[in-house]
């Protein structure tokens, strides 16, 4: 078996709280919008609508706001006052200086691999948000490469990790999405490892691989650590 020499960790519901802030932002939606659409008629819409959305403004909440109000404007037939357009798009940018706090245990586990291993982070995402977010984190320190990517596809993978490394079969991606991290990782070559979290993006549902043999599940990311000594 190949040495390990890269590792790959997602950003957003990995090493930070991310998804919860949507959800709160989702709920202060349906609150302004209660008096023109049923809740759950408007929630599927919105889901509806970012689905085709993300094909055109990409992952992040810069796309998230614009769905928001794309929604709102069709389930209303173009109905709604100004001033609650106004009010959606301050609750989406609320979400753009929410404070980023890492999960217990991320830093620690960083700091323990970056001497032996390249460490990238691979993260979808807007440019600016995702920057800010790993500055204020504080965890950029322990990281060779930031790749912030318009999707996670086999390709993009691979591509990191031999701009990065010696290949993806030498490479492993830490992720708590099986969509987005595990399953194009492994599909690349590399090992995959899914770390769930509490709040997970429904675009970012999926089955485990059909591939286990370099499929692995913890439910903490210091957990990793005795698989990564094992491999490397």
Do not use: C
Request: glycine share 8%; net charge negative.
């Amino acid at each position: 078996m190949p040495r390990l020499e890269a590792i790959g960790f997602d950003a957003d519901d990995t090493l930070w709280h991310h998804e919860r802030y949507f959800e709160q932002t989702t709920a202060r939606y349906a609150e302004l919008m209660a008096p023109y659409a049923d809740s759950k008629a408007l929630i599927d819409h919105l889901h509806a609508t970012e689905k085709r959305n993300v094909k055109r403004y990409g992952f992040g909440v810069k796309g998230f706001m614009l769905s928001m109000v794309e929604t709102a404007i069709e389930i209303t037939s173009g109905n709604l006052p100004a001033n609650v357009i106004k009010d959606v798009l301050a609750a989406g940018g609320d979400m753009l200086v929410h404070p980023v706090e890492p999960f217990p245990g991320v830093e620690a586990t960083l700091s323990a691999l970056t001497a032996d291993y390249t460490l990238i982070l691979i993260t979808r995402g807007d440019l600016f948000d995702q920057e800010r977010k790993l500055e204020a984190s504080g965890l950029s320190k322990y990281f060779d490469a930031i790749e912030i990517v318009s999707d996670k596809t086999p390709p993009v993978y691979r591509r990191i990790f031999s701009r990065h490394g010696e290949g993806a079969s030498r490479a492993m991606m830490i992720g708590n999405s099986m969509r987005a991290d595990v399953v194009p990782a492994i599909e690349a070559g590399a090992w995959g490892v899914h770390v769930p979290s509490d709040h997970v993006w429904a675009l970012d549902l999926h089955d485990d691989p059909a591939d286990t043999s370099r499929f692995r599940r913890f439910g903490k990311l210091p957990e990793i650590l005795p698989l990564i000594a094992e491999i490397g």
